[in-house]
């Protein structure tokens, strides 16, 4: 019932936006090149979703948690029976289909558009492994939505949201040619996506780091709000 409700809202039109844009503006930064390749073009499709992604799914997350106390309806959710904490972890996993589609759905319209620019699409032999990295990615921006999730329970705002992924949208933005990007969380999986597709544009000095940092936030953030839940903090309005 929750996602059917989250699917009707104007939240929709910000997934297909940031589904749909990346691949248009990686068209239309790269219409004047000749002889593109396939790698070239989703490239830049990837770096900007990535980029676009911090913001979208931020937000996102923070709307499908805030939204309760802003319509003021989370003393009527807590008179449901069932646990408290199924009620956090319904809509942390509402996420994760909200990611794979708002992915699957870029794959998508970015292959389309590469068609048009690209002397050729993937190679067969690099479509499941392209696959595969992908859904690799959609799992690493799961990984962050705890964390979102956790910013919004202490703030009780679905701006929250709003603000962090302008503000790590701009992080990304000056720090881009650093090797300080590989140890920012919400930028990981740019990074680990560019070169798990060995496209090898960012810097990396290797994986472990990253991953470490990136497991880091997921388990800090998840103990976090089951500790905010098991201590009613979480429902507190004051």
């Not at 068209?27 to 390749?37: A, G, I």
């Amino acid at each position: 019932m929750e996602f059917k409700k989250l699917l009707s809202s104007k939240i929709l039109w910000m997934i297909v936006v940031g589904a749909v844009m990346p691949g248009i503006i990686a068209s239309l930064t790269l219409l004047d090149q000749e002889h593109l390749k396939w790698d070239e073009f989703h490239h830049v499709a990837l770096f900007i979703f990535n980029i676009q992604s911090i913001l979208t799914f931020s937000a996102f997350a923070s709307y499908i948690w805030a939204r309760e106390y802003e319509e003021n309806m989370m003393e009527e959710l807590l008179c449901y029976p069932f646990p408290k904490y199924k009620l956090f972890l319904s809509k942390l996993f509402i996420l994760l289909p909200v990611i794979a589609c708002t992915s699957l759905l870029f794959v998508f319209n970015s292959g389309v558009m590469a068609r048009f620019l690209t002397e050729g699409g993937i190679p067969a032999e690099l479509l499941v492994e392209y696959l595969l990295i992908i859904g690799l990615m959609i799992l690493m921006h799961f990984m962050l939505m705890p964390f979102m999730l956790l910013v919004s329970i202490v703030s009780k705002q679905a701006v929250t949201g709003i603000v962090i992924g302008v503000v790590f949208m701009l992080v990304c933005t000056i720090f881009y040619n650093t090797s300080f990007i590989q140890y920012i969380p919400f930028i990981i999986p740019m990074v680990l996506t560019d070169h798990l597709l060995g496209f090898d544009k960012l810097i990396l000095s290797g994986y472990r780091a990253p991953t470490v940092i990136l497991l880091s936030t997921f388990v800090a953030s998840l103990v976090g709000c089951l500790w905010l839940l098991k201590n009613s903090i979480l429902f507190d309005k004051n």
